[in-house]
């Protein structure tokens, strides 16, 4: 087949589809690749793929300008010809849904990868263009074939009534490269804590900051790194002025936007994701928990079906700092604890998290093997099995 994927950065690509991309060529399938312009767009030639820009807006909500992106990604499609696309991310999947019927496409493949700013923001402007959003998804998704990272996100969408005549499938994450992502050979250095994410207020940034200030009191040794940087784009955002005053105060050392993301993870002892909202599965903790490293995370969807409490990690209420720094604090006091959640994040990942088992899955869904009917909500008090 010729399948062409389709996100909203190249970094995106290069970073999480990599593999796909490998293991469909291996499989015998060409690969076409289509994100908005940036570096890594020329890594993906070099390796020998078929790499297009495509502009999107990531932020943009002007109904003309978007119904152009959807036409001329339809043009797009007609003149690749592509026999299945997958879209990863929320425009993508709704404009690349539209464009890809308007232009003939045999067989569409979207990834939920988080139901983000539309969907789970409480300010003014994500309540305003939520309806539209449902809307466009139940349009968008309808005889497609839908990829959720966790069921929490698949539940809320279904209860909206947007899978009603969908395909649906959970493929827990990405897939991450367990040979790379792999435990040191030496021992973690001791007191090192580690949140690597975008700099938004939903990611629990600010409360990582107060939950390092109440630890360093108490493990005054403590190093705590954050690793990301702000995003424009989003209106939650962390703000210039609030990074300068996390630099004088000195409770945690701002990294920035890093590549040495392996150097970083093996680097500490815990990792950390202290998100509000949800996450789809989240990437920075599959990293962590590949490398062998114990993990701490709120209970919010995707999270809290990585992190099995007490067992590869500890789970803590959303927003409750005192939580969090108990949690982390308890884990750098006890060596032994904290080794053996790493080996039991460890062993989770290469069952069921690392490429080899992603990959496989996600090219059952492709060629329509076990595709399940659409997906309908049980009666309140039944389970799911």
């Known amino acids: 087949m010729r399948i ?25 399938h060409e690969v076409l690749l ?28 002007n109904p003309l300008a978007e119904f152009a992106t959807a036409r001329r990604l339809a043009a ?14 929320i425009k993508c999947v ?23 700013f539309a969907m789970l923001a409480t300010t003014a402007k994500a309540r305003l263009i939520r309806p539209v959003v449902v809307a466009l998804y139940r349009r968008a998704l309808a005889g497609t074939e839908v990829i959720f990272q966790n069921s929490d996100n698949r539940d809320t969408l279904a209860r909206l009534g947007v899978l009603a005549k969908s395909g649906v499938h959970v493929i ?67 703000t210039d002025a609030e990074l300068a005053l996390w630099r004088s105060e000195g409770a ?17 002892d815990v990792a950390v994701l202290a998100s509000t909202q949800g996450e789809g599965m989240p990437r920075s903790l599959v990293e962590a928990a590949s490398c062998g490293r114990a993990l701490v995370a709120t209970v919010v969807p995707g999270s809290r079906e990585l992190v099995e409490d007490g067992v590869d990690g500890l789970l803590v209420p959303p927003g409750d700092v005192k939580a969090l720094a108990g949690a982390i604090e308890a ?23 690392a490429d080899g088992p992603v990959i496989a899955k996600t090219m059952a869904v492709y060629g329509g093997e076990n595709s399940p009917s659409p997906f309908i909500p049980l009666p309140q008090g039944q389970k799911d099995v």
């Open 252 to 268: 945690v050392e701002l990294l920035g936007q890093r590549a040495d993301v392996l150097e970083l993870q093996q680097g500490c």
């Open 94 to 116: 709704i404009y690349g849904s539209l464009a890809a019927r308007r232009a003939g496409v045999a067989r569409i493949v979207n990834s939920i990868t988080g139901l983000g």
């Open 331 to 353: 884990l750098l006091a006890d060596p032994v604890r904290r080794a053996k959640m790493g080996e039991a994040a460890r062993r989770k990942v290469l069952c069921e998290l």
């Open 34 to 61: 289509l994100s908005p312009a940036g570096p890594f767009g020329e890594k993906l030639k070099a390796e020998g793929f078929h790499w297009e820009a495509f502009e999107v807006s990531r932020s943009g909500i």
């Open 172 to 238: 827990p994450g990405d897939g991450v490269d367990a040979e790379h992502f792999a435990p040191p050979a030496g021992g973690a250095p001791g007191h090192v804590v580690l949140m690597m994410c975008r700099l938004l207020a939903s990611k629990g940034v600010h409360q990582y900051v107060e939950a390092a200030k109440l630890v360093r009191a108490r493990i005054p040794d403590a190093r705590f790194l954050l690793a990301g940087s702000p995003d424009p784009g989003n209106p939650e955002s962390v």
């Open 4 to 28: 062409l994927l389709f996100a909203n950065t190249d970094w995106f690509l290069w970073n999480f589809k990599r593999a796909l991309a490998r293991g469909l060529r291996e499989a015998g």
């Open 76 to 89: 797009v499609y007609r003149r690749l010809k592509p026999d299945l696309v997958h879209h990863f991310t």
